[in-house]
């Protein structure tokens, strides 16, 4: 088996990535800047995107990179010192060391804000709103430039998961009531699976990959409605009787100093085609959001009571 190096092993979606990657009984090495990992088994590799200088030698035996490691959130010099500069330099780093394959997870979110119904990569024009989407595009165009694989999930969720769920949680408890009775739909994907499809993509033969650039979702989209039902029953929110209008909705965030951008993510749809990357994979998507949340929710519901 090839020898793959996992950035942001401890993270969300790197921590399960590593899970599944020993399960392929792949040979790994596992990057990390601070988080704790275990001391046993695979190799562990300290390194710290923001310093370029940590990173010289990591990638020395390795045959393919998976980079899950990111910076969300925080000030703009932080975002582009971890996902644009160091993402340079880490691929520059594969390169020098003949790393084979590159695979990036990045994000729709370099998309932007608006409607989204079904566009594939190709079809989608990136416009990154924020600083960290910004500069996770600029991290895409270090990785493409090297000939590697881009994959885009848009909400990721299961165990380990601190944005999704608890930030809708905190939206749930904000507002008074339901907004336009959430007619709209969402591209979603469970950690396990996003990590599955993040292993394949990096050992799969070159030949069966057609793309540069996939969207990484489970095929049937999820009904806003339904998410939110869900997470307002882990978190033990009573759904409200009374719908409001969108700028209704605004203006109460707007009084009680929450952002509307999490408003906006779902009052409109946000579908993303992934059907070229099962495709190209050759594998079947899982049930979908009901079990594999299901699956989730005790987890999620001592993490959300914990507060």
Known sequence: ??????????????????????????????????????????????ADLSEPASLRGVCEGVDVLIHC??????????????????TAALVEEARGAGVARIVQLSTASVYGRGTFRG??????????????????????????????????PHLVYGEGDTWVVPGLARLLSTLPGTVDGWPSRTSMIAVSELAGLLVATALAPA??????????????????????RAV?????????DRDLTADQARAVLEERGVPASGLDMFITDHVFDSAPLWSDLRRAPGPGFDTDFARAAPWYRKVLHSG
């Open 119 to 152: 566009g594939r990569p190709g079809e989608l024009t990136r416009r990154p709103g924020s600083p960290t989407s910004r500069t996770r595009a600029e991290a895409e165009d270090a990785v493409l430039a090297a000939g590697g694989i881009v994959l885009r």
């Open 1 to 46: 088996m090839p020898t793959l190096l996992i950035t942001g092993a401890a993270g969300f979606v790197g921590s399960h990535v590593t899970r599944e990657a020993g399960r392929r009984r792949a040979e790994l090495r596992l990057m990390s800047h601070r988080s704790p990992l275990p001391g046993s088994g695979p190799r562990v590799v300290r």
């Open 69 to 86: 490691a990111s910076r969300i959130g925080g000030d703009v010099e932080a975002n582009e010192a971890v996902n644009a500069r160091g």
């Open 232 to 240: 307002a029953a882990c978190a033990g929110i009573d759904r409200p």
């Open 207 to 228: 030949a069966d990959l057609t793309a540069s650039v996939y969207h990484a979702a489970h095929p049937e989209p999820v009904p806003v409605d339904a998410l939110l």
